[in-house]
């Protein structure tokens, strides 16, 4: 059985994430590494911003983070072809290395 480049992207990002790893693909970083456009994915429904309030010794100070959302995860598995290479690439070391 042939698993689907969603399928391995699940397993590689819960194993990254258990690890501390994090996540697998950043959009902070995706034009960069991946050609990602974001002009050809929808706001809020490709990506949207994650807000949050960090409280510290001198106060509180806004914290935002732009994340992928799982459609967007799936458009970009099945359009970005350095995506799926690195999906595969990623899914491959943890098969050789033993931890599938």
Request: aromatic share 12%; proline share 3%; charged share 25%.
């Amino acid at each position: 059985m042939s698993l689907s480049t969603w399928d391995k992207f699940q397993i590689v990002q819960k194993i990254y994430i258990h690890e501390g790893v994090g996540e697998i693909f950043s959009p902070e970083y995706a034009t960069r590494d991946y050609g990602v456009n974001f002009f050809k994915l929808e706001y809020q429904k490709h990506y949207a911003p994650s807000l949050s309030v960090s409280i510290g010794a001198d106060g509180a100070r806004p914290d935002i983070q732009i994340n992928f959302t799982n459609e967007g995860l799936k458009k970009l598995l099945k359009t970005n072809k350095a995506m799926i290479d690195e999906v595969n690439r990623l899914f491959d070391e943890l098969v050789s290395d033993g931890e599938l």
